[in-house]
């Protein structure tokens, strides 16, 4: 095979070769002190170069011609359809955004470039990692370098500062003809996140696939392949696993309803009742996210082959589920003998300390997983606003019928004036947020000021009816 070198990882000692026609790379053993270059003109076989002299006849404009027009045939011209008649009216609106990503992302691809897909770390952005893996898997092989696709599962809900650090050290390690690629999956909307872009932007290509509501200052907005469904007349009913899943679907006609049903069941979308698939999935992708010793046996964080690997074992598959069923029906029990309640006239306000309910032995259920559990307990036909602490951390769940009224980004950003330099990141939706503060001593303050904030809001909201 005659090509191009158009990418070498010095740490791997591996380089990849495009060939004449654009369609194949090919991953070649060159060692750590290889003589090759990096647009070389070279011939292969056997997986090792044979001759640097393949080329003369070889032009590099019209091989990466080649790879474009192949990108370009890959991608698919008609929108994804979930079936769900309000997500794809949303899905028509983004699909011009979503496949010129797609053309971004499968060129990196193409030619082996380095990616870096970080996907957060519950049932919403697991599912959504798998979705885009299991596409990836389905293409043809030779059509991605699979080896330069580094996954990583976020345990924030922001791109901090670090994380860019550790970015930009993995992409020292190549060169390659291309830019690298981040790829970031619900990660939020935060200001928190405006370091790590302001750090790592310029230096690599950035896909943001994400359905939070847009805080005004959030730097990512800016960002050319920013996708978000609120900015396409849609909201955050619109998952972010859905969306990666949808993304994928630009290029790919891998089966990816589970996942979406999961991302939907797990982030509690509205439109969760109109999936069939996903349910059972999206309690297992909970707990396995949140203790992934459970799979792993070790500390380290779980990889979509992972996820994967546990989801297709029957017999593992079942073990999982019935122990998360188990172990979130034993915290819930505990958890409603120890809340408390505080009534306004259209809703009760639940404050409950989660570090009383701790298990030693796993982190299942993480406090914002078991706050949307919890939501449903307490409601019993009555809207509910839910509030579960632990050390630095406050998860808020909020009844639809309330969410407008109770505000809560809008408590959230009082909260911040009113305690300045001790909330860190607070955000989220209506109905489900989030906040770190920088003492955990003080919760307890904060914890009282948004649950008074909020009875003040949903009371003057029966005042007004």
């Known amino acids: 095979m005659n090509g191009i070198v158009t990418c070498i990882n010095r740490y791997r000692g591996v380089s990849y070769v495009v060939a004449e026609d654009g369609s194949t790379l090919k991953e070649i053993e060159t060692g750590s002190a290889t003589g090759i270059k990096l647009g070389e003109k070279v011939c292969v076989e056997e997986g090792r170069v044979v ?41 028509e609106r983004m699909w011009q955004k979503l496949t010129e990503a797609a053309r971004l992302f499968l060129r990196k ?40 696709f580094r996954w990583i599962m976020q345990r924030g809900v922001a791109y901090g500062k670090e994380d860019a650090f550790y970015d930009i050290l993995a992409f020292g390690n190549y060169s390659c003809v291309e830019k690298p690629l981040l790829l970031i999956i619900d990660f939020g909307t935060s200001e928190g996140s405006n370091q790590g872009i302001a750090k790592i932007e310029g230096k ?73 698939k996903g349910g059972e999935a999206a309690i297992i992708l909970d707990l396995i996210t949140s203790d992934p010793r459970i799979v792993t046996g070790g500390g380290k964080d779980l990889t979509p082959s992972e996820i994967v690997s546990a989801l297709s074992d029957k017999k593992k598959r079942d073990e999982l589920y019935s122990y998360a069923r188990m172990r979130l029906d034993e915290t819930l029990d505990a958890g409603l003998r120890s809340i408390r309640r505080m009534k306004t006239p259209v809703a009760d306000i639940f404050l409950l300390d989660y570090s009383e309910l701790r298990s030693a032995s796993t982190k299942y259920p993480l406090p914002g997983r078991f706050s949307s559990k919890l939501l449903s307990r307490v409601e019993e036909g009555r809207p509910a606003v839910v509030m579960v602490y632990m050390g630095k951390y406050v998860s808020i769940r909020v009844s639809g019928a309330v969410g407008e009224r109770a505000d809560v980004p809008g408590s959230i950003a009082d909260a911040k004036k009113a305690f300045p330099g001790l909330i860190e990141s607070g955000g989220g939706h209506r109905n489900a947020a989030s906040i770190k503060v920088s003492e955990a001593e003080r919760i307890g303050e904060v914890v009282r000021f948004l649950a008074e904030t909020i009875k003040e809001k949903l009371s003057a909201m029966e005042t007004r009816t």
């Not at 998952?239 to 797990?266: I, K, N, P, R």
């Open 51 to 91: 001759s640097d002299r393949a080329g003369e006849e070889l032009n590099k404009e019209k091989v990466f011609g080649k790879v474009d027009a192949n990108v370009d045939e890959m991608l698919h011209a008609e929108a994804y359809k979930t079936g769900i008649a309000e997500i794809d009216k949303a899905t």
């Open 204 to 276: 690599t290509d950035i896909i943001w696939l994400d359905h939070h509501p847009i805080e005004e200052n959030f730097a990512g907005r800016e960002l050319e392949h920013y996708i978000n469904p609120w900015i396409f007349g849609s909201d955050s009913g619109y998952t972010a696993g859905l969306l990666a899943c949808v993304f994928a679907h630009a290029f790919s006609d891998a089966d990816t309803s589970e996942m979406e049903g999961a991302s939907l069941v797990g982030d509690y979308s509205r439109f969760a009742a109109e999936k069939q």
């Open 109 to 148: 691809a193409a030619v082996g470039a380095p990616v870096i897909i970080r996907f957060h770390n519950d049932a919403d952005g697991s599912s959504g990692a798998v979705g885009l893996f299991e596409s990836l898997n389905s293409l043809a092989a030779g059509s991605h370098a699979s080896s330069n």
